[in-house]
């Protein structure tokens, strides 16, 4: 009975094994696959937009894309930067075409929530972005997380729609599938900080499966 015992475990673990050495090389893919996109020369926002339409997956493609921030519209991420807490400024950025991508446009310290503490942050006119396309999440990504505070403009998980929906943005067609995170070109009084997209995938499965 113990022989029988040991066999079944033997197998669990065995099989246990298998997955996390399958996982391994999941992660090891998609790692090579995002070293590689963050590498390529920007693209405009169209061929993006194909590419996300084919695929469902843009993240961390660099892209290029112009247009016109619709400050009044800015939508406030909790994050932390070097240490500091803070909130990581999604701006809608309004298309040629009428339709809006929202911005991630970077990090600005808790008591620079206010758009009106950084007047030199809120300027009118024409620009080109340049960044890195990011996925939307399907859905809360943790429970651990809190809800997300649409009325107090503070998003503990990037929900895209409620976003949109809470800065009176349109829905469907009109709003663009994907975010867009800013590089770390300064922006005017040197707020929002941009650059702020972090890569963070820790390749600890070999670890397990060989311990």
Do not use: C
């Amino acid at each position: 009975m113990l022989l029988g015992l040991g066999l079944v475990l033997f197998f669990i673990l065995l099989g246990l094994g298998t997955w996390q050495v399958q996982r391994l090389y999941w992660k090891e893919g998609l790692i090579q696959t995002i070293d590689q996109r963050t590498h390529f020369a920007p693209v405009p926002l169209a061929e993006v937009e194909k590419r996300f339409t084919s695929t469902g997956d843009v993240d961390y493609t660099p892209v290029t894309v112009s247009g016109t921030f619709l400050h009044h519209g800015e939508r406030h991420f909790f994050a932390t930067w070097e240490g500091q807490s803070g909130f990581d400024v999604f701006t809608p950025l309004q298309l040629e075409d009428g339709r809006v991508v929202l911005i991630n446009r970077g990090f600005v310290p808790y008591d620079l929530k206010d758009a009106a503490k950084r007047p030199q942050s809120q300027g009118a006119g024409q620009v080109t972005v340049t960044g890195l396309a990011r996925n939307p999440l399907p859905a809360k990504p943790s429970m651990m997380l809190p809800d997300n505070d649409p009325q107090k403009n503070i998003f503990y998980w990037k929900d895209r729609d409620a976003m949109a929906a809470s800065a009176g943005l349109p829905a469907g067609a009109g709003l663009v599938p994907f975010f867009i995170d800013a590089d770390a070109t300064p922006n005017p009084g040197g707020l929002p900080v941009g650059g702020v997209t972090i890569i963070d995938l820790p390749n600890s499965h070999l670890q397990y499966a060989v311990t």
